[in-house]
């Protein structure tokens, strides 16, 4: 089904940009006409008007998609140089060797333009798409990894106590099983990061935003938050009034939970935690803010891509959520047309913080 | 002894969930039926007469959409949804076709067994012949007769709008109410601007009952799919 609508997604855009195509090439072509006509007026100089169309034809290469319409705009100028600005002028003519021998050279000219500019587009596409290609079967091999360890500690404890169900106390049993809960707990987070990535990864990276309100959002994160932090207080800091920002809740979800687990995980010392949301202008803007031992100068510049550079390192068996944590908010926010950000605090401590646009409300009665 | 028990019946095509399932189930005191398949659950629905069922939404030989459409057609035996985390849409028709409530899997027994018993519980009082006498969860109480909201004895002005969003939810407590369920129950016709305004009363009700994120004593949010009294624990 989903692959019906990608295809009836890519149909109508096509559609669209046919017609943005066709406004381009009438726009450039008839501007460059009345220019022309300025010129021959003014000038009375022929030799610009052939750069003219060729810098037109040169310009509708570039904002269009396709050769077709290179090639399209390179005949019209033609006939358009053939028929107003060669003699005799507003007629038709091809029989005059020098008018012939110009109207082909233009055509020629215009088309290998139009070709060249739209060779290149096509090529910076295919890398394009080759890089993110790359980086994905990068994340794939590292995931793959990393799932490893934690089946091994399942299937291990699991065998044990099956194999050695008489020989074991109820408490190593136990003891055993806590790990099993444990390991797939992570197991499960890996997966719901994982779902996260696939969700973005359509063909633009444009999730389908709904507005969500965001006390609503809020609460969700935090009723989850505490059911698997039951220890950890978070601090909530968020305006009164009713704010509602379009977004793929699911996704934000995301980040929020992973920002404030990746808080109780790895900042050491920490005694409190805050999350924070305040607008500024048409926006809205998301802050964790831990008081904890704050990251190292170094790390900072690669927080956010360092689950794959730190794969170079051979595996030392530590589970580390927290880089592709932090991979998956940077890929959700950038899906949203947002950016991630991290700042040590001089008073310790990390702030993780992101903005996203909010929804106008209008002052309608909603009795 | 064994004849009042609840009666459940899964309808689950994955062996593995369905064995821990029917597990947690009867450990717990329940009678516990299972099927593999749609076809087979429709048939035992019928035959079994069921106290609850437990459904998979992803079954292979029939959209688990479609089974609830079919069961609805001749029972109103409670249905909670077994659903994975991606297909919110899949939850929120299944929600407006009638199942009761939904657990995402993947799911902690214990969140299952309090859903089962909410869900048991709540399938009862629910009548639909008319709300009177008293609503009450934790320190929120509803007196229908005198169409009055108390929350620790203490009287809250609702507007009209807000306070038959309240009751209509507390008509259905436990259960998920879904944004489309609780617009035709308000406004009885819906447009583009309905889920916004729904959402405007909702903030408006959460304030006025004392709610704070992360602690919603009295109605949970469901984002995305819509909102649950809780029901009197």
Not at chain 1, 326 to 353: D, M, R
Request: with cysteine; aromatic share 8%.
């Amino acid at each position: 089904m989903s692959h019906w609508l990608k295809r009836i997604e890519k149909k109508s855009k096509h559609s669209k940009s046919w017609k943005k195509d066709i406004l381009y090439l009438t726009l450039i072509l008839s501007a460059s006409f009345l220019l022309s006509l300025q010129i021959q007026t003014l000038f009375h100089a022929q030799s610009l008007i052939s750069t003219i169309f060729v810098l037109a034809v040169f310009l509708i290469s570039l904002v269009t998609q396709g050769y077709i319409w290179g090639i399209v705009s390179s005949l019209i100028s033609m006939m358009a140089v053939n028929y107003a600005f060669t003699f005799p002028y507003f007629t038709f003519n091809f029989t005059i060797p020098e008018n012939l021998f110009s109207a082909i050279v233009m055509l020629f000219v215009t088309s290998m333009t139009s070709t060249l500019t739209t060779k290149i587009k096509e090529q910076e596409k295919i890398k394009l798409e080759s890089e993110k290609e790359k980086m994905r079967a990068n994340l794939l091999r590292a995931i793959s990894h990393d799932l490893r360890t934690p089946l091994t500690t399942i299937y291990g404890s699991c065998s044990a106590i099956i194999e050695n169900y008489d020989l074991l106390s109820k408490d190593q049993q136990l003891k055993l099983l806590e790990e099993v809960r444990e390991d797939s707990q992570w197991l499960i987070r890996m997966v719901e990061n994982l779902l996260s990535v696939t969700r973005i990864d359509g063909e633009k990276v444009n999730v389908i935003k709904t507005p969500t309100v965001l006390e609503e959002l809020i609460d969700t994160v935090l009723v989850k938050f505490q059911k698997r932090y039951p220890n950890q207080e978070v601090t909530v800091d968020i305006p009164d009034e009713f704010i509602s920002i379009p977004m793929d809740a699911v996704l934000i979800e995301q980040v929020l939970m992973n920002l404030l687990e990746n808080a109780v995980q790895h900042a050491k010392g920490m005694t409190q935690l805050t999350l924070k949301v305040f607008t500024s202008g048409t926006k809205a803007i998301f802050e964790v803010t831990d008081d904890g031992c704050g990251i190292p100068k170094e790390q900072m510049s690669h927080l956010f891509t360092g689950y794959l550079e730190k794969r170079n390192t051979p595996a030392d068996g530590q589970k580390n959520s927290m880089g592709i944590g932090l991979s998956v908010c940077a890929a959700i926010l950038k899906a949203h047309g947002g950016e991630i950000y991290a700042e040590n605090q001089k008073s310790g401590g990390v702030t993780f913080g992101f903005s996203l646009e909010k929804e106008e409300i209008d002052g309608k009665n909603y009795e | 002894m064994s004849s009042n028990k609840y009666r459940i019946l899964i309808i689950e095509d994955e062996l593995n969930i369905r064995s821990f399932v029917k597990t947690i189930l009867e450990t717990n005191g329940y009678q516990v039926l299972t099927s593999g398949t749609g076809k087979q659950g429709e048939w035992m629905v019928t035959s079994h007469c069921p106290d609850l069922i437990i459904l998979d939404l992803g079954l292979p030989d029939m959209d688990g959409v479609e089974l609830i459409k079919k069961i609805r057609k001749f029972s109103g035996v409670p249905i909670i949804v077994l659903s994975a985390r991606t297909d919110e849409n899949d939850k929120v028709s299944a929600l407006d076709l009638g199942a009761n409530d939904y657990v995402t899997k993947p799911f902690g027994t214990a969140e299952l067994l309090a859903r089962v018993r909410a869900t048991l519980r709540n399938s009862h009082h629910s009548t639909g012949n008319g709300l009177y006498g008293k609503f009450v969860v934790k320190d929120m109480e509803i007196d229908y007769d005198r169409r009055i909201v108390l929350v620790k004895h203490q009287e809250i002005k609702l507007t009209q709008t807000e306070y038959n969003i309240v009751t209509l939810l507390s008509e259905h407590a436990g259960r998920v109410l879904t944004y489309a369920f609780i617009i035709h129950a308000i406004w009885g016709t819906a447009d583009s601007g309905s889920i916004k305004k729904l959402q405007v009363n909702m903030a408006n009700i959460r304030k006025k009952l004392g709610s704070k994120p992360g602690d919603n004593q009295y109605i949970s949010n469901e984002l995305g799919v819509g909102y649950r009294m809780y029901g009197n624990e």
